[in-house]
Every structure is written in structure tokens, then in C-alpha cells.
């Protein structure tokens, strides 16, 4: 979802851009890596490869680790050596999940699954090796025009079923990718300082609220989407609960936040087509 639509976006304003699909460059090849970025000879380097199969990380965390974790050191050490700026792309995966207020960027980590550790890897190689030139930019509840997503799956749902069943007990910022698209430029462009910075929506929202959002934006009836507990849903990897991110970082920047998601899913719907 993000790869495609960062690269359309800085084509589009005239910036050369490549993008390496998983089959052009192995991140986890330490000596493909360093062929890439001399190769390439960027002025900019974003990693938006991962592993992002959750539930498939906890019983497969050696494998998550060595694309989240080494893949991205390995990016990392050689953008250090060609002082490169390297923007990588996180998740709210890194906290546990349990907070009842936003969770600021400089606010504790603690992971409570497999893809969550194999993030967090991801974040430490970044800022331990990258200090005056890394940053580590979260990101949440995605949804895009590119590859399966939540919104694009409730599209394709208000049209095949008479009522959906969606989780309420878990809250978020539901986040289009051109944004986070959006924000990744500016923040390259701004030449602001390394660090970490949260890219998603303002205000907040369950799956049940977004799904019914969704739902209205298409003109259909809101109430035909129920709400249920998580249980319903068993998954081998916990969802976190509160995954709302703070956005102190941008304001240091100079940069606006992303603005609030209801407003962004009604622009982004003109562009998304059911899953």
C-alpha cells in the first residue's frame, strides 16, 4: 500500500524515485543491500519493506526478526555509510497497548507480540546506528488503494451482506496511505530533526466506528454493521487494546499533523475500490 503510493506521489512532483519490490532486492543480503544504495547513489532512502503478517509472526518470529529486525539494520548500516538520511517505517505494534491517553513518541516501548519485537529491532538499529540522520516514522491502521486493507474489505462487504459484525473494544487512528505519503515528504523535505515521529490520523475510533463511518459515507444504513468484543475473533497475536498515537514530533517540526480521520475517509474513498 505506502511503497506504491510514495513512489506515485514523488513522480508525480517531478522527484526521481525507484522502488525495489521484495523480488528486485533482498533487505535480509547484506552485500545486495550495500550494491542497492551505492548502486542507486539516493539522496534519501525509506524502508517500507516488512513483515507485516501479525498473527503468522508469532508462530515464525526467527523469520519476522530477520526481515524486521536484521533487514533493517542491514538498510540502516549502509545508508551510515554513504550518510545517507534513512526514513523507516514502524507501527504502534511497539507498545503494549493497555494506555488511556495517546501514546507520545518518546514514551516507553513494550511489545506484546512477535511482530511487535521484531518492529521494535527494526526501531533500535535505526536510531543506534543513524542518530543525527535516522528517523523512525509509526504508523497505524492503514488503508489504501494498494493490497488488502480494512476500509477496502468493508466496501466490499456493505454490498455482499445485509449486516457485518465488527470488533468495538479496541481503539485506533484509522490512516490513509497518501497521508502518511504526505507526511514522509514533508518531513524529508523540511530537513527537520532525526527521531521518531508518529504518522496517523487525528481523533480516534473503534473498527466498529470506522466500519460504520464507512458505511454512511457510501450512503448505506450504519446500523446494518453490529458491534462485538475482540473474543469474537480470536487471533493468535493480541491486538492492542488503545493504539492512539500522540503528534508532539510534528509541532517540533514545523509540520501539521495529519488532519482528523473522518475527514481524510470521506476524500479517500473517491479513490478505493472494495477488496
Not at 503510493?5 to 522527484?15: A, C, T, Y
Not at 549502509?78 to 534513512?86: I, K, V
Not at 492503514?142 to 462487504?157: D, E, S
Request: net charge negative; glycine share 8%; charged share 25%.
Amino acid at each position: 500500500m505506502l511503497g506504491r503510493d510514495l513512489v506515485s506521489s514523488l513522480e508525480r512532483q517531478g522527484e526521481t524515485a525507484l522502488g525495489l519490490t521484495r523480488k528486485d532486492l533482498d533487505i535480509t543480503d547484506a552485500a545486495a543491500v550495500t550494491e542497492a544504495v551505492r548502486d542507486s547513489r539516493p539522496d534519501v532512502v525509506v524502508n517500507c519493506a516488512a513483515w507485516t503478517a501479525v498473527d503468522d509472526a508469532e508462530a515464525h518470529e526467527d523469520a519476522a526478526l530477520l526481515v524486521n529486525g536484521l533487514g533493517t539494520r542491514l538498510v540502516a548500516a549502509a545508508c551510515a555509510a554513504s550518510d545517507l538520511r534513512f526514513f523507516h517505517l514502524s507501527t504502534d505494534y511497539v507498545f503494549y497497548g493497555d494506555a488511556s491517553r495517546p501514546y507520545a513518541e518518546t514514551d516507553a516501548t513494550g511489545p506484546r507480540t512477535a511482530y511487535g519485537r521484531s518492529k521494535l529491532a527494526g526501531e533500535q538499529a535505526v536510531l543506534e546506528l543513524l542518530p543525527f540522520s535516522g528517523y523512525v516514522v509509526r504508523t497505524a491502521w492503514l488503508y489504501g488503494q494498494h493490497g488488502p486493507n480494512f476500509v477496502r474489505t468493508m466496501i466490499r462487504l456493505e454490498r455482499e451482506r445485509a449486516t457485518v459484525d465488527v470488533v468495538d473494544d479496541q481503539r485506533g487512528q484509522p490512516t490513509w496511505t497518501v497521508d502518511v505519503v504526505g507526511q514522509l515528504i514533508a518531513l524529508a523535505r523540511a530537513k527537520a530533526a532525526p527521531g521518531i515521529y508518529h504518522a496517523t490520523s487525528s481523533g480516534e475510533a473503534t473498527w466498529f466506528g470506522l466500519a460504520r463511518e464507512t458505511f454512511r459515507l457510501l450512503g448505506a444504513d450504519p446500523a446494518r454493521v453490529r458491534p462485538v468484543a475482540s473474543s469474537a475473533y480470536p487471533r493468535p497475536a493480541p491486538r492492542p487494546a488503545y493504539s492512539v498515537l500522540g503528534h508532539d514530533a510534528w509541532a517540533r517540526a514545523g509540520i501539521k499533523p495529519i488532519p482528523h480521520w473522518e475527514t481524510r475517509l470521506q476524500q479517500a474513498l473517491h479513490h478505493l475500490d472494495p477488496a
